[in-house]
């Protein structure tokens, strides 16, 4: 899939770009309205993350004519102002999703995903997590025919994990996830912990769950 | 005691105390002038008998007889004449008592001894003292009612004056002292007077509170541009860190120490995020169109902490009226404030401990929801600053940013919600919070 990143701290997009080509994506850099509306003109992407506070104006009037040009492209807001009035107005404009500055790359992947199931229409079959297989649209998880009972919070962290297989994500970064802005200041609470355990208790009940991985002081990873 | 009242209660009492004075002193007063009067005109009687026995001689009063006697009909006044066969060379005045035609009766007697002839005579001259007195009484009354009357009207004319005086003051306490809540945005016209000391108090007033206002939009102007700055760097730090632990070359101290800078950082965006609320709240960017139970904004903050409950074992119960909805309110804001008390019911209780929320309704006080729990409580000396920024009560535990209850104040104050607490150290605090009447309705 191929992204756009218009936002004019540079620092800011190659982080973003290092993260997103790692994850596959294919990404052009923008760093104000000019450059990003040529970029649109000449690409079409399935992605458009747009900063608001931009060098030669705000973001938002550039997200009519980038509809123009990309009708079908998702369009993320990135900012660092956090009005409602602009998220609002974003949302208006016909935005898909907002992200306040600053948020977790891990975040902004999932985001992508869950947008990219929902307005793509990706026809997505069963995954397969070990023995298990997920439905990350009806949030089920089974075990051959068997649906396995997880809580919300549960089967939250679970997919989490399963979307960024291969990476250590910190409790920390799980329990941002779940509780968002009320995450717990305790970084040291259990409480991930304890989820954790709940899901293996479930899941081993029915074949081992060896591709959960805790790792040592860090947190919890899914090998694929 | 107010002004107007010292000032009625010092008029009249120095009113008094003239009225006072003037009663005691009275009878002096009118005895000591009578009595001088009455010498004046026995002197004056004394020159005039001189002055007729010079004329027409010694003899025609003496007429041979050894000594002469006049006196009025009710022995009101004599005037006695004698040789002074005893060369006595008196000349006083005192009070005596005489025996005239039997009766004695007390005078005020002129004695004085003149020559006539190369012999000497003594005149005596004398006024019964009762009617000398018998004016006393009367005067001293008209004298005492005269003044009396005009220090009625006197004191009238006072308090009305005061009155008009002093009204500007009490317009000016009523304008912009009293009922007046921080922020002071409603700017109330200057009071008309033309007292220059209650000018200048009342522009004074103006002015601090301008400059009240002015200092508290720098700070939040301040406080929401210094946060927001923030965010962006904070963002590049967090993004760089989210890719470097990912690195699989690094070592698993380094990716120990990236976590540990991740949660360092991770503090520094709660800060920063929790001021940016605050100020956006004191800036009104959030709309107040919602409406919703408060049983069920608690149920949902309880659903969504409920975890944290049970590491402490605690039991939580919430007895609310399902039919009050609250209207014209924020939603996310008021589970924001409901979350951080609850939440800071949960970090600051002890094992076992219980949380209780419930709801009262009273003609006066309206809806009031009751927040309390079992902790650790609030010391009476910490109580006051519990809503300051970056308070903390107890430092020897991790209890976060020091702003969740800065929020619960904005979010508070921004909705007219009237918040209490009651603390007792080891037993519990308790937060009541009181809904003014146009945010809630109660459905039959």
Redesign the interface.
Known sequence: MKVLIVED?K??AY??E??LK?AFYICDLAHNIKDGLDKIEANSYDFILLDLGLPDGDGLTLLPKAKKHNPDAAYIILT??????DRIAGLDLGADDYLP??????ELQSRMQAIARRKFNVKEELLALGTFNLDLQKRLIFFQENQIELSRKEFDLLSYLFLHAN??L?R??LS?HI?G??A????D???ID?HIKNIRKKLNAWAPTDFLETV????YRIKK | MKLSSKLILFITGSKLAVVLLFIISLPFLVDGIVSEYTNYSLRRQQDKVINIVHKNGINHYLQGDASYGSYTMLKEEYIALEPDSLNLHIDTIKVAQRLVEKDTLTYRILIHTFQYKQKNYLLEIGKTTSSINQYNKPLQRIALYVLMGLIALSLLFDLVFTRILIQPLGKIISSKLINRKFPFKDHSPPVQTSTYDFKYLDESLILLMDQINEAFEKEREFTANAS?EL??P???L???M??L??DEELS?AA??RI?EM??TL??L??IS?AL?LIS?IENE???KSDAAKPIDLVNEVIE??D??LE?KKLSISAQLEPQVILAGINKDLLFQLF?NLINNAIKYNVENGSIHISNTFSAQNGYAIILSDTGIGISAEELPFIFDRFRKTNLSE?V??GLGLSIVKSIGLYHNIDIQVKSKPGTGTTFTLTFPAALYKKMD
């Open positions: 701290e620092t800011l982080e973003m290092d993260f790692k660092a102002r956090g009005n409602l009035e500055k600053p948020f977790s790359l891990l990476r250590v910190t920390m970064q941002e509780w802005t009320f717990d200041d305790d970084y609470s259990n409480y304890a040592r002081g860090v947190g | 927001h965010m962006t904070i963002s590049i967090q993004n760089k989210e890719n632990i990912d698993d990716i120990m976590v991740m949660k991770n503090r965006k709660k995020s940016l956006r960017q959030f709309a969504e902490i975890h944290r590491e979350y991790n976060g940013h």
